[in-house]
């Protein structure tokens, strides 16, 4: 696993200068003749991560130039610094040059999430020095670390295969994060989760040999209470509705909410906001078996709403409505769910965006600042009432999954929202995977969503 993140010592850093296009020219007529030379001759033209080195005296490196881009291309590709950091050598940089504070900010989250590397299955694999960033002035040093730390514990979880992270050791990172942070937990397994009535839970995991389960943590005694629900689903088959070989390649994400929202817990209580937190996490594995839930069954769920099961492969609601029903049990200021959910929410929006859904306007408003503020665009979608009725099958209260043939993702939200009650709700219906590498986000798991709801929680709760 990669280490933690850090920036880089000032001490020994050499200076890494950052131009754009329009800067260009007058920026290289002060340069000494002879890097002027270079970077002419090399056709050096300030595209976004553009990199080249600038040689001393003995041909070695004492600084580097990298193009900052057009104000086209910082829209169209987010950290876009990184590409520098993956063309630089191994060495400690420091930047140099006429940036805003939020240029700063994205370069310095940008070159501390290009670290990552996910090599835990190649171990004999040498280490390659990867370019880091003295913190730029004006950035906050601690809450940079911290967003970074949290996203590389989101990543290593969603990257590592379902063999080795079911529901037992996703359990164990669950424990692992709870007690590095003094929080109280709790964990339901097996049939116990019959006894203490999480059926559905129960009804999507128990056809596994890796017993199903739910997990909760407390942490904090003042201030606004927020809870945090992630899906868990450590693989799924599809049930007896089984997935096609190129719907399941990509399963071992599919615990991809459960793995953001420990990260997000994880920067809230690493940043001791003044909360009260409790966070939720039903797991398990959609296996099949004898004793698998089978289509047109009915289940009964904590809310006592009954559920006709109309694909076993629209698992994910099930165990997360039981989820939130416990949820709302407390009172709470926020609720908040994140799910690898739908294949509708891709068709939506792509792998880049992560789609929420509230009824509450100003989570709404704070959510979309908080996410340029953190550079992880999210996108609102609709609670649209009128698609209700086609979530209620006839012959029980709700379908899990309508063969209504449009709006997946709105009716699998709207699904959710039965069973939250009156309570400050926002649903995230992420992907969890970058399908190919983007600058500072290698292909693989990937979190979506939590440093926008880490930046906006002062305006939804109040802070």
């Keep these: 696993m990669t280490d933690a993140p850090?920036?880089?010592?000032?001490?020994?850093?050499?200076?890494?200068?950052?131009?754009?296009?329009?800067?260009?020219?007058?920026?290289?007529?002060?340069?000494?003749?002879?890097?002027?030379?270079?970077?002419?001759?090399?056709?050096?033209?300030?595209?976004?991560?553009?990199?080249?080195?600038?040689?001393?005296?003995?041909?070695?490196?004492?600084?580097?130039v990298a193009g900052l881009g057009s104000d086209t291309a910082r829209r169209r590709v987010r950290f876009g610094l990184a590409k520098a950091a993956a063309n630089l050598p191994g060495r400690d940089w420091q930047l140099q040059g006429d940036l805003t504070q939020a240029q700063k900010d994205?370069?310095?989250?940008?070159?501390?999430?290009?670290?990552?590397?996910?090599?835990?299955?190649?171990?004999?694999?040498?280490?390659?020095?990867?370019?880091?960033?003295?913190c730029p002035e004006g950035c906050d040093a601690a809450r940079l670390l911290t967003m970074a730390e949290a996203e590389f514990l989101t990543r290593d979880l969603i990257n590592t295969p379902a063999a080795d992270m079911g529901p037992d050791a996703l359990e164990a990172a669950f424990l692992s994060l709870a007690n590095r942070f003094g929080a109280v937990t709790e964990v339901i397994r097996g049939d116990d989760l019959?006894?203490?009535?999480?059926?559905?839970?129960?009804?999507?995991?128990?056809?596994?040999?890796?017993?199903?389960?739910?997990?909760?943590?407390?942490?904090g005694t003042k201030g606004p209470r927020l809870t945090l629900v992630g899906k868990g689903v450590c693989f799924d088959t599809g049930g007896l509705n089984i997935k096609p070989t190129g719907g399941m390649n990509l399963m071992k994400k599919d615990m991809g909410g459960a793995a953001t929202v420990m990260g997000?817990?994880?920067?809230?209580?690493?940043?001791?906001?003044?909360?009260?937190?409790?966070?939720?996490?039903?797991?398990?594995?959609?296996?099949?078996?004898?004793?698998?839930?089978?289509?047109?069954?009915?289940l009964t769920s904590r809310k006592g709403l009954t559920v006709e099961v109309n694909d076993t492969d629209a698992e994910g609601r099930l165990i997360l409505a039981d989820a939130l029903a416990l949820a709302v049990e407390e009172p709470c200021d926020a609720l908040i769910s994140m799910a690898t959910l739908t294949g509708a929410a891709r068709v939506?929006?792509?792998?880049?965006?992560?789609?929420?859904?509230?009824?509450?306007?100003?989570?709404?408003?704070?959510?979309?600042?908080?996410?340029?503020?953190?550079?992880?665009?999210?996108?609102?979608?609709?609670?649209?009432?009128?698609?209700?009725?086609?979530?209620?099958?006839?012959?029980?209260?709700?379908?899990?999954?309508?063969?209504?043939?449009?709006?997946?993702?709105?009716?699998?939200?709207?699904?959710?929202?039965?069973?939250?009650?009156?309570a400050r709700y926002l649903h995230f219906d992420i992907y969890g995977h970058c399908p190919s590498d983007a600058p500072a986000r290698p292909k693989g798991g990937v979190g979506q969503g939590a440093r926008a709801v880490l930046n906006a929680l002062p305006d939804i709760l109040g802070l």
Excluded at 199 to 206: K, L, N
């Design 6 to 64: 850090h920036f880089a010592d000032p001490a020994a850093a050499l200076p890494l200068h950052v131009v754009g296009p329009d800067a260009l020219p007058a920026w290289l007529a002060a340069l000494p003749e002879t890097w002027r030379g270079w970077l002419t001759a090399t056709g050096f033209a300030a595209g976004l991560g553009e990199t080249c080195l600038l040689p001393g005296p003995d041909g070695q490196p004492i600084a580097a």
């Design 106 to 134: 994205e370069a310095a989250l940008a070159f501390l999430l290009a670290a990552y590397r996910f090599d835990r299955y190649r171990p004999g694999k040498p280490a390659v020095p990867v370019a880091r960033l003295v």
């Design 264 to 298: 997000l817990a994880q920067m809230v209580m690493a940043l001791d906001l003044p909360v009260q937190l409790r966070v939720i996490v039903p797991a398990v594995e959609n296996a099949i078996s004898g004793t698998a839930m089978r289509p047109k069954d009915i």
């Design 348 to 422: 939506a929006v792509g792998p880049d965006l992560a789609p929420f859904y509230t009824d509450d306007d100003d989570i709404a408003a704070a959510l979309a600042k908080g996410a340029k503020a953190g550079f992880d665009p999210a996108w609102r979608m609709p609670f649209h009432d009128a698609y209700d009725p086609v979530i209620e099958p006839g012959i029980a209260d709700l379908d899990n999954s309508p063969g209504f043939g449009f709006a997946g993702s709105i009716t699998a939200a709207l699904f959710l929202r039965r069973f939250v009650g009156e």
């Design 194 to 219: 019959l006894a203490q009535n999480f059926p559905m839970i129960h009804a999507v995991g128990r056809a596994s040999d890796r017993a199903p389960r739910l997990m909760q943590f407390r942490w």
